[in-house]
Nanobody, 121 residues
Framework: QVQLVESGGGLVQAGGSLRLSCAGSGRTFRNYAMGWFRQAPGKEREFVAGITTSGTGRYYADSVKGRVTISRDNAKNTLYLQMNSLKPEDTAVYYC??????????????WGQGTQVTVSS
């Protein structure tokens, strides 16, 4: 089991950047593939990016490809999401999740509490 805590959200102007972090507890962090999801008001939670246990495999939703980078530091039990060229439509609560490799929510049994990202135009 792993517990996850996100941080790094905030208010940023369009075109700006943010780096989200997700701190995992326990020695099992490195055993899980990790993902970032987001949920905007009135919308379903959607996949943003995923990364394998070792960090060598990564993939992204089309909506963010080229603008975000997912990474992890297993020595620090931490997952990151670097977001650049932010757009107002990126406004959402961002969640990190631990589980198996894939873009579906049901592939991730462990979730953080979320961090708000607001992009102003």
């Amino acid at each position: 089991q792993v517990q996850l805590v996100e941080s790094g959200g905030g208010l940023v102007q369009a075109g700006g950047s943010l780096r989200l972090s997700c701190a995992g507890s326990g020695r099992t962090f490195r055993n899980y593939a990790m993902g970032w999801f987001r949920q905007a008001p009135g919308k379903e939670r959607e996949f943003v990016a995923g990364i394998t246990t070792s960090g060598t495999g990564r993939y992204y939703a089309d909506s963010v490809k080229g603008r975000v980078t997912i990474s992890r530091d297993n020595a620090k039990n931490t997952l990151y999401l670097q977001m650049n060229s932010l757009k107002p439509e990126d406004t959402a609560v961002y969640y990190c999740a631990a589980g198996s490799w894939g873009p579906r929510r049901d592939e991730y049994p462990y979730w953080g509490q979320g961090t708000q990202v607001t992009v102003s135009s």
